[in-house]
């Protein structure tokens, strides 16, 4: 229970803050609502993995890794909502969404194996094979993406496919009868030990708390973050890119990670796969909706014009497909090794590092891609939906 007090004590300077004094120079402002971000987002991962006592199936995983990056979500939402009367603010929503998604495989994915691996010492983690259904829909999400590098914008179009796609996963994860898992660590293991009349309370006011300090942080985290840039002469569109996707993302790694150093390398894993395919379907198709709808309230030009993105903007998106791309390849026989991890982890790093060479590690991302696809292919098949 101390860790939730801990949670909760995190998002409590910022919540003092804006309504007494309001806002703060940039980076106490900054500061101050990544930790609240930070402590909403652990208050929601342990309150989603606590109602899985109460929420039975695969659809309970979906939910909690959706929740889990309810943080990330609330930031890039905020964003588009500021490009439909700021052209500006595009670069940002963009660079956040692709950021996102690589960091969760560049990162998240890699770190998960290279931890299991130390834990085990077994070199790769294998799968089973409800697994392919998160790995479908993240490959059409992938391939449907190359489409809007090609068109140059993101639209309604595009909201309704990768929105469709990811309520297809959701109805398909709810069908799957699957066994709970028990939480071997607190706070979720005391969440879980108490009775009804009291856990579900205390579930139910983590949520609302949780969603609460989100709701008056992420505009503020935002907005900090570029005035940030641009006082101390630092890309505020890495800073949105990196920085901000860490701190919203930091509760679900940091869970996964224990998980996986507690030996359930599989459940880290298929709990990051599954906010891959969150990420990359869902939260690409609210950037349109939050644009359009900001337009309307705002009354700013054409109400259903997409949202334009220039030649950077379309290279993060290219570059953040390819990179899903691989990664369906390389889970496509349902193991992930030490060595896949090493690759997915280098290529990230080089495009971080040298950002002026984003174009040719693309192109590096899909070339990879075939000695996968002659490799992974042969040696497996399995039919979509079946265990």
């Not at 294998?126 to 914008?153: G, P």
């Not at 150093?261 to 599989?266: I, S």
């Not at 109400?303 to 379309?314: A, V």
Request: hydrophobic share 55%.
């Amino acid at each position: 229970m101390l860790y939730i007090l801990y949670a909760f004590l995190a998002t409590l300077p910022w919540f003092i803050v804006k309504f007494t004094i309001g806002h703060t120079n940039p980076i106490l402002q900054t500061l101050l609502t990544g930790s609240s971000i930070m402590g909403a987002g652990f208050m929601l991962t342990w309150a989603s993995d606590g109602s899985r006592k109460f929420i039975s199936g695969a659809l309970a995983i979906a939910i909690v890794a959706l929740l889990a990056v309810l943080p990330e979500y609330s930031v890039d939402i905020y964003l588009s909502w500021k490009a439909g009367i700021n052209e500006e603010y595009t670069h940002y929503a963009i660079a956040n969404m692709t950021g996102a998604n690589r960091l969760l495989i560049g990162i998240g994915w890699t770190v998960i194996l290279f931890v299991h691996f130390l834990k085990t010492k077994k070199s790769e983690i294998a799968f089973d094979r409800s697994l392919m259904e998160e790995l479908i829909i993240l490959f059409a999400a992938s391939v449907w993406s190359i489409n809007i590098f090609f068109k140059k914008n993101i639209s309604l179009v595009d909201s309704l496919i990768l929105g469709g796609l990811f309520i297809f996963y959701i109805l398909r994860a709810s069908k799957k009868d699957i066994e709970e898992l028990e939480e071997d660590f607190e706070p979720v293991k005391t969440i879980q030990s108490l009775p009804p009349k009291k856990s579900i309370p205390l579930i139910i006011f983590m949520f609302l708390w949780a969603g609460f300090s989100i709701f008056i942080s992420a505009e503020a985290f935002a907005e900090g973050l570029i005035n940030i840039g641009k006082n101390l002469g630092v890309s505020e569109f890495l800073l949105i890119q990196w920085l901000a996707p860490l701190a919203s993302e930091a509760p679900e790694f940091v869970v996964t990670l224990i998980w996986a150093t507690r030996g359930r390398g599989q459940d880290a894993m298929r709990a990051l796969v599954s906010s891959k395919v969150n990420q990359w379907t869902l939260l690409i198709a609210c950037i349109p909706i939050a644009f359009i709808i900001s337009k309307i309230y705002h009354s700013t030009g054409d109400y259903l014009s997409p949202m334009p993105m220039d030649s950077r903007q379309q290279w993060e998106i290219l570059l953040t497909a390819a990179q899903s791309l691989l990664a369906f390849f390389i889970l496509f026989d349902l193991n992930f090794s030490v060595i896949e991890a090493s690759i997915l982890l280098i290529l990230f790093l080089s495009q971080f590092i040298f950002e002026h060479i984003r174009e040719e590690i693309t192109f590096v991302y899909f070339v990879l891609c075939i000695p996968m696809i002659l490799y992974k292919f042969g040696k497996i098949k399995i039919p979509f939906g079946k265990k």
